[in-house]
């Protein structure tokens, strides 16, 4: 019974979060341009609509089973990441002991979306941002799992709902402030956006977006919404206290927290620059892994001495 | 159930169909290049730059399995499981290193 | 009932329009998009409408053609003091000193309404190339790659320039209205993986005739960087500022500088990357962005010099996105005495039946002999 209604609060949060990161990405580019905000809102419905209304475009042979179940495996694997993420200590849509495994699953398996969408079209641009965001997309893997085996520490458990109460004390974004800006790039890197958006770039003509219109493209940007909201509820739950709050319930704080790294994640997104892949690669490998050892190695002496 | 509703939602929006839906003609179906048209298939034995590194990527993708019980342990072991891990994570961080050197990160 | 919901939203929504940019039309077009009426799309698989701005080449023609068919209906064509050429009709002229955004609307608004027919394909429905090959997925067949199967042959293999892998070497031509390079520049690029092997101009730039305010022009420069290196929001602000310091108004070029500063844009870009003269893709950048309030003519560009750079040359070797990275990192002019053209086009654009598969089976034939003269200085 409690499931079902979690299940339910869930696809509300996952419809609403949709939407608000839709305005988001209108609002705040338009507010970085200094141009007017103010069709941000429902200017969003009417891009959906008209996207939805234009018809579907095809290549010359290209792998159509893969071309379609792309979205659906990328919309999927977010709601299925977004599902561990406990409402309350009894509301979880997905009760799990191994949460941050599951969502290191989906992590994983985003790489493979994104990787056939960009395979199916048969063409040379999409190809290209199908390989070279794999490059990436593996070693900001990397880290995000180093930083979740630091929230994982002082719980003593692999569970979303130990995680959280673990941070009743204090919450995981002081014991480990780097962490939470090595998640925010994971989450920058698994919803395809500014710097690490390797996929769908500019210079390749939209990558794996280029060969794709009509439904098919707004399914395409429906997933990547959904998993930006996923993952910023994901870092709201093991960062920042998750449904931890006082007055209001449990869920409210959650999503009020959800919002706020939603619009920090849309921020970066619009604010920083990307680097060609090569250094990227490198940058990953030999700055931020490194560092994700340091602060995991901290928040174990942390908890040798303190805990 | 979530996989099969969030799948479910996805394929519909996915699959909706157009009311200006035509069949797809031959000259709407050749892959967009800003006006060039290609002459061979774009799939190929594509040359992927960054192979080695993805063999050290499984290195530490193993090392995560090992990580995942160990997380879990780690404040009943105390300073044993810190060492371990330790050790651990220094042989990897070798590894960078050496890798680095052999220009394992570069876009070769 | 959802149709219809959707169909009474759609029209709200900025029309979709690929810009296929000609001669003397880059900064107008880019100007055009200020209005929020529209909106430009990277690929023309996404667009509702194509404009055409400014005249084109007559060996252009063929590639618009099928840059048109390549848009999926329902589709117009609007022609912004660019003359149609032949093939199109039911014809929307606008002439270059108008505005064509209410042009562009409402051509939309006809073709959602029914009220305007979608234009036709302009090229013959047959396949790029007739099926040939034996079996049930044509693999049978004579040539070391059987038949070829599904309309294209397949690429074939080369040594690479970083490795000496011999994987296959996909050759293309990119151009002339691809949005992230150039308007006019058409290129064919030989790719293993995305790594640039060979490049060659097949044609140059078109002439820009770019003579507002060298502020203006500086503005829109850095901006295009800036859209391949992912800032789209710094990019559209640049673009006003360029707008609105070409209509005299004040700009605040400090606050910009610091807005782009602040992106880490420069740090973004690799050192070393096209180095022509001593200045690299990150030099000639902060440049642009140091003189960004300065009103005064560029220097006189090492590429303008008796010896110039060759493009092709620069860009051998590197990888897509520092290629792109290069070749915007250049003012037209020097683009333009950087890039002559050394090769017929003609050959790549024919991909039709016979002549392909001769085509192909002659490529094999060199990269057999290729193979045998390994180790003797590599593909370049």
Same mark, same amino acid.
């Given at each position: 019974?409690?499931?079902?209604?979690?299940?339910?609060?869930?696809?509300?949060?996952?419809?609403?979060?949709?939407?608000?990161?839709?305005?988001?990405?209108?609002?705040?580019?338009?507010?970085?341009?200094?141009?007017?905000?103010?069709?941000?809102?429902?200017?969003?419905?009417?891009?959906?609509?008209?996207?939805?209304?234009?018809?579907?475009?095809?290549?010359?042979?290209?792998?159509?089973?893969?071309?379609?179940?792309?979205?659906?495996?990328?919309?999927?694997?977010?709601?299925?990441?977004?599902?561990?993420?406990?409402?309350?200590?009894?509301?979880?849509?997905?009760?799990?002991?191994?949460?941050?495994?599951?969502?290191?699953?989906?992590?994983?398996?985003?790489?493979?979306?994104?990787?056939?969408?960009?395979?199916?079209?048969?063409?040379?641009?999409?190809?290209?941002?199908?390989?070279?965001?794999?490059?990436?997309?593996?070693?900001?893997?990397?880290?995000?799992?180093?930083?979740?085996?630091?929230?994982?520490?002082?719980?003593?458990?692999?569970?979303?709902?130990?995680?959280?109460?673990?941070?009743?004390?204090?919450?995981?974004?002081?014991?480990?402030?780097?962490?939470?800006?090595?998640?925010?790039?994971?989450?920058?890197?698994?919803?395809?956006?500014?710097?690490?958006?390797?996929?769908?770039?500019?210079?390749?003509?939209?990558?794996?977006?280029?060969?794709?219109?009509?439904?098919?493209?707004?399914?395409?940007?429906?997933?990547?919404?959904?998993?930006?909201?996923?993952?910023?509820?994901?870092?709201?739950?093991?960062?920042?206290?998750?449904?931890?709050?006082?007055?209001?319930?449990?869920?409210?704080?959650?999503?009020?927290?959800?919002?706020?790294?939603?619009?920090?994640?849309?921020?970066?997104?619009?604010?920083?620059?990307?680097?060609?892949?090569?250094?990227?690669?490198?940058?990953?490998?030999?700055?931020?892994?490194?560092?994700?050892?340091?602060?995991?190695?901290?928040?174990?002496?942390?908890?040798?001495?303190?805990? | 159930?979530?996989?099969?509703?969030?799948?479910?939602?996805?394929?519909?929006?996915?699959?909706?169909?157009?009311?200006?839906?035509?069949?797809?003609?031959?000259?709407?179906? =050749?892959?967009?290049?800003?006006?060039?048209?290609?002459?061979?298939?774009?799939?190929?034995?594509?040359?992927?730059?960054?192979?080695?590194?993805?063999?050290?990527?499984?290195?530490?993708?193993?090392? $995560?399995?090992?990580?995942?019980?160990?997380?879990? =342990?780690?404040?009943?072991?105390?300073?044993?499981?810190?060492?371990?891990?330790? $050790?651990?994570?220094?042989?990897?961080?070798?590894?960078?290193?050496?890798?680095?050197?052999?220009? =394992?990160?570069?876009?070769? | 009932?959802? /149709?219809?919901?959707?169909?009474?939203?759609?029209?709200?929504?900025?029309?979709?329009?690929? +810009?296929?940019?000609?001669?003397?039309?880059?900064?107008?077009?880019?100007?055009?998009?200020?209005?929020?009426?529209?909106?430009?799309?990277?690929?023309?698989?996404?667009?509702?409408?194509?404009?055409?701005?400014?005249?084109?080449?007559?060996?252009?023609?063929?590639?618009?053609?099928?840059?048109?068919?390549?848009?999926?209906?329902?589709?117009?064509?609007?022609?912004?003091?660019?003359?149609?050429?032949?093939?199109? !009709?039911?014809?929307?002229?606008?002439?270059?000193?108008?505005?064509?955004?209410?042009?562009? /609307?409402?051509?939309?608004?006809?073709?959602?309404?029914?009220?305007?027919?979608?234009?036709?394909?302009?090229?013959?429905?047959?396949?790029?190339?007739?099926?040939?090959?034996?079996?049930?997925?044509?693999?049978?067949?004579?040539?070391?790659?059987?038949?070829?199967?599904?309309?294209?042959?397949?690429?074939?293999?080369?040594?690479?320039?970083?490795? @000496?892998?011999?994987?296959?070497?996909?050759?293309?031509?990119?151009?002339?209205?691809?949005?992230?390079?150039?308007?006019?520049?058409?290129?064919?690029?030989? %790719?293993?993986?995305?790594?640039?092997?060979?490049?060659?101009?097949?044609?140059?730039?078109?002439?820009?005739?770019?003579?507002?305010?060298?502020? +203006?022009?500086?503005?829109?420069?850095?901006?295009?960087?800036?859209?391949?290196?992912? %800032?789209?929001?710094?990019?559209?602000?640049?673009? !006003?500022?360029?707008?609105?310091?070409?209509? @005299?108004?004040?700009?605040?070029?400090?606050?910009?500088?610091?807005?782009?500063?602040?992106?880490?844009?420069?740090? +973004?870009?690799?050192?070393?990357?096209?180095?022509?003269?001593?200045?690299?893709?990150?030099?000639?950048?902060?440049?642009?962005?140091?003189?960004?309030?300065?009103?005064?003519?560029?220097?006189?560009?090492?590429?303008?010099?008796?010896?110039?750079?060759?493009?092709?040359?620069?860009?051998?070797?590197?990888?897509?996105?520092?290629?792109?990275?290069?070749?915007?990192?250049?003012? !037209?002019?020097?683009?333009?005495?950087?890039?002559?053209?050394?090769?017929?086009?003609?050959?790549?654009?024919? @991909?039709?039946?016979?002549?392909? *598969?001769?085509?192909?089976?002659?490529?094999?034939?060199?990269?057999?002999?290729?193979?045998?003269? *390994?180790?003797?200085?590599?593909?370049?």
């Amino acid at each position: 019974m409690t499931q079902m209604l979690a299940i339910l609060i869930l696809l509300l949060f996952l419809t609403a979060g949709i939407a608000a990161a839709a305005m988001l990405d209108r609002a705040i580019p338009a507010l970085v341009a200094g141009r007017p905000m103010k069709s941000s809102l429902s200017a969003p419905f009417a891009v959906a609509a008209a996207m939805a209304i234009a018809p579907k475009s095809d290549t010359e042979h290209p792998d159509r089973v893969g071309w379609v179940l792309a979205p659906i495996l990328y919309f999927t694997l977010a709601a299925v990441g977004l599902s561990v993420v406990p409402l309350s200590p009894r509301l979880v849509a997905a009760p799990s002991e191994v949460g941050i495994v599951l969502w290191g699953a989906c992590e994983a398996l985003t790489v493979v979306a994104v990787f056939l969408h960009g395979w199916s079209a048969n063409a040379p641009l999409p190809l290209m941002g199908a390989y070279r965001y794999v490059a990436i997309g593996l070693p900001a893997m990397l880290l995000s799992m180093f930083v979740l085996i630091g929230a994982a520490l002082p719980a003593q458990s692999l569970g979303l709902v130990e995680i959280v109460e673990s941070q009743r004390d204090v919450w995981n974004v002081v014991r480990q402030p780097a962490g939470l800006v090595l998640f925010l790039m994971l989450g920058l890197s698994v919803s395809l956006r500014g710097p690490f958006d390797y996929a769908d770039p500019y210079d390749l003509a939209g990558g794996t977006q280029a060969e794709v219109s009509g439904a098919a493209r707004l399914s395409w940007r429906l997933a990547r919404l959904a998993m930006l909201v996923s993952v910023s509820a994901m870092t709201a739950t093991v960062f920042l206290g998750g449904y931890l709050g006082p007055v209001l319930p449990g869920f409210v704080w959650l999503a009020l927290k959800s919002a706020l790294v939603l619009v920090a994640l849309v921020a970066a997104g619009n604010w920083f620059a990307r680097m060609p892949p090569a250094r990227m690669m490198s940058f990953l490998w030999l700055a931020l892994l490194p560092l994700s050892f340091l602060m995991l190695a901290a928040v174990g002496v942390e908890l040798l001495l303190w805990g | 159930m979530i996989v099969l509703v969030a799948a479910t939602v996805a394929a519909l929006v996915r699959s909706a169909r157009s009311p200006f839906a035509a069949p797809i003609t031959e000259p709407q179906k =050749v892959p967009f290049l800003g006006g060039g048209a290609p002459t061979t298939h774009a799939w190929q034995r594509y040359h992927v730059r960054y192979y080695p590194m993805t063999l050290l990527f499984i290195a530490f993708e193993m090392e $995560m399995m090992f990580m995942y019980p160990w997380a879990v =342990v780690f404040v009943e072991e105390g300073g044993k499981a810190m060492m371990e891990m330790g $050790m651990f994570l220094a042989i990897l961080s070798v590894g960078i290193l050496y890798g680095w050197r052999e220009g =394992v990160f570069r876009w070769q | 009932m959802a /149709v219809r919901l959707l169909e009474k939203s759609a029209p709200s929504a900025p029309v979709s329009v690929f +810009a296929a940019v000609g001669a003397g039309s880059r900064g107008r077009v880019e100007r055009l998009f200020y209005d929020p009426r529209l909106t430009r799309v990277l690929s023309v698989r996404q667009a509702n409408v194509l404009l055409v701005a400014g005249s084109l080449r007559d060996e252009d023609h063929d590639d618009l053609r099928r840059l048109h068919d390549q848009m999926p209906p329902p589709r117009a064509t609007v022609w912004w003091g660019s003359d149609p050429i032949f093939g199109f !009709d039911d014809l929307t002229t606008i002439a270059v000193e108008d505005d064509p955004v209410a042009a562009i /609307v409402a051509a939309h608004r006809a073709l959602i309404m029914v009220e305007r027919a979608s234009e036709p394909d302009l090229l013959p429905n047959e396949p790029a190339n007739p099926w040939r090959g034996e079996g049930p997925h044509g693999q049978g067949g004579k040539g070391m790659m059987g038949g070829t199967p599904y309309g294209r042959p397949m690429a074939m293999t080369n040594d690479d320039l970083r490795d @000496g892998l011999a994987l296959d070497a996909y050759t293309a031509p990119f151009g002339p209205f691809l949005p992230m390079l150039p308007p006019g520049l058409k290129l064919s690029l030989t %790719l293993q993986g995305d790594v640039v092997q060979k490049a060659e101009v097949l044609r140059p730039p078109l002439a820009q005739h770019d003579d507002g305010p060298t502020r +203006a022009l500086r503005l829109r420069r850095v901006a295009r960087l800036l859209r391949i290196l992912g %800032l789209d929001a710094h990019a559209d602000r640049l673009q !006003d500022a360029s707008r609105a310091s070409e209509c @005299g108004e004040e700009v605040d070029f400090a606050k910009l500088r610091r807005l782009v500063r602040w992106s880490g844009a420069l740090a +973004a870009i690799p050192p070393g990357l096209g180095v022509v003269d001593g200045r690299d893709v990150r030099s000639r950048m902060r440049r642009w962005l140091d003189e960004l309030g300065v009103q005064r003519p560029d220097p006189a560009d090492p590429a303008s010099s008796e010896q110039p750079a060759r493009l092709v040359d620069l860009l051998e070797g590197l990888e897509w996105t520092e290629a792109i990275l290069v070749i915007n990192s250049f003012d !037209d002019k020097a683009l333009l005495a950087m890039a002559p053209v050394e090769k017929e086009d003609g050959n790549a654009e024919k @991909g039709e039946g016979e002549h392909h *598969h001769h085509d192909h089976s002659s490529r094999d034939h060199h990269s057999a002999g290729h193979a045998m003269n *390994h180790g003797g200085g590599g593909s370049a």
